[in-house]
């Protein structure tokens, strides 16, 4: 559910999240877990959705990715939560010139290369969650 709430905001749509209340009126276990999920992801992770709207056609990503005011930000999502993680690569164009790359809810900068408008960032491993991260490209 989480991966469509962030497809949705990079393409400038909404998401509905199709959740409803049972004959008593009440939500089930597993939609209040779900709930929980997405709010603790929200708590780190919020001000890449919140306020913040799809790249202008000057820009582009290899994974969905959102912009406000100075940052870019780039979402690495799973699309299991059990999948085992690896170090992954992801691409970012610009004209921008970039002050500092790093992932939300961690004060680790990440190591990229910057060339002729290209971004290349690798996220580590040990860096990914089960939710999925977002990683916070910052301009100058």
Do not use: C
Request: proline residues 3%; glycine residues 6%; positive net charge.
């Amino acid at each position: 559910m989480l991966n469509n709430i962030v497809k949705a905001r990079a393409f400038n749509t909404n998401s509905l999240l199709n959740f409803g209340p049972t004959k008593d009126g009440d939500f089930s276990e597993p939609m209040y877990k779900s709930l929980d999920e997405i709010a603790a992801w929200m708590k780190i992770n919020g001000k890449a959705i919140v306020g913040a709207k799809a790249l202008d056609s000057k820009e582009s990503s290899s994974v969905p990715a959102t912009a406000a005011k100075n940052h870019r930000y780039l979402f690495v999502m799973n699309e299991k939560k059990e999948e085992k993680f690896t170090d992954t690569k992801v691409d970012f164009i610009t004209k921008s010139m970039i002050k500092k790359v790093s992932i939300l809810g961690s004060n680790e900068k990440l190591q990229y290369v910057f060339e002729n408008g290209k971004l290349t960032a690798i996220l580590p491993a040990n860096l990914r969650t089960a939710l999925g991260g977002v990683i916070d490209v910052e301009l100058k």
